[in-house]
């Protein structure tokens, strides 16, 4: 199957602070990724949808300015979580198309202090 | 809104014995239907696919689907304990043309008891 690779894999950050993850297609193009927060023992949640070249698509009640998502080459999305706070503690996970499935990064283990 | 529906479960097998898990769908239109599996702190995993009627074999895993009754499933044989893992079904809601989105069932936990 298609890699998408998700850096850094765990971060720990101060509250206030802003932290950015990085998500890329390895051995394909995508056009489109999208961005998961997951807290513990509950269920992927869609945050939002990366499109390279143009804003990013958000779900309801995901905060478009604490959650910046850039896409700016056909290989690459980074989610930056701005002012982050402690309930913004989760596991991110990013995944791209490869029509017609999609696959996922390693996901990001973020703890803010 | 389309959706897809997983019972949370858990579900408990003995180990050997055959897993059965199930997905049912909301969008008559889907073509495209997956199975992810996820360890307890790691991203989900791809193992099966399936885009037509009928079964879909692939080692101990079948995936099978009746787009009629709008349902998937997933067998597993010979059950092994690796096998305890949240199992997700995907489907792909086809939100327009030239786009292509995954909607998640919320994904049912199996344990394989040794």
């Known amino acids: 199957g298609a890699v998408v690779s998700q850096h850094p894999s765990r971060v720990i950050c101060k509250s206030g602070t802003s932290v950015k993850i990085e998500c890329r297609s390895l051995?394909?193009?995508?056009?489109?990724m999208f961005w998961y927060r997951q807290f513990p023992k509950q269920s992927l949640m869609l945050m939002a949808t990366?499109?390279?070249?143009?804003?990013?698509?958000?779900e309801q009640g995901v905060e478009k300015d604490k959650f910046l998502i850039n896409h700016a080459s056909l290989t690459l999305s980074t989610l930056t979580v701005t002012s982050a706070h402690p309930e913004d503690s989760s596991f991110y996970i990013c995944?791209?198309?490869?029509?017609?499935?999609?696959?996922f990064g390693q996901g990001t283990r973020l703890t803010v202090v | 809104q389309k959706e897809v529906e997983q019972n949370s479960g858990p579900l408990s097998v003995p180990e050997g014995a055959i897993a059965s898990l199930n997905c049912t769908y909301s969008?008559?239109?889907?073509?495209?239907f997956f199975w992810y599996r996820q360890y307890s702190g790691k991203s989900p995993e791809l193992i099966m696919s399936?885009?037509?009627?009928g079964d879909k074999e692939d080692g101990r895993f079948t995936a099978q689907l009746n787009k009629a009754s709008q349902y998937v499933s997933l067998l597993i044989r010979d059950s092994q304990p690796s096998d305890s893992a949240t199992y997700l079904c995907?489907?792909?809601?086809?939100?327009?043309?030239?786009?292509?989105?995954?909607?998640f069932g919320k994904g049912t936990k199996l344990s394989v008891i040794p």
């Open positions: 399936i885009y037509s009627n």
């Open positions: 995944s791209a198309n490869y029509v017609p499935e999609a696959f």
């Open positions: 995907a489907v792909n809601i086809g939100t327009g043309a030239g786009s292509y989105q995954l909607t």
């Open positions: 969008d008559r239109g889907s073509q495209s």
């Open positions: 990366s499109n390279e070249g143009s804003k990013a698509t958000y």
């Open positions: 051995d394909f193009q995508a056009t489109t």
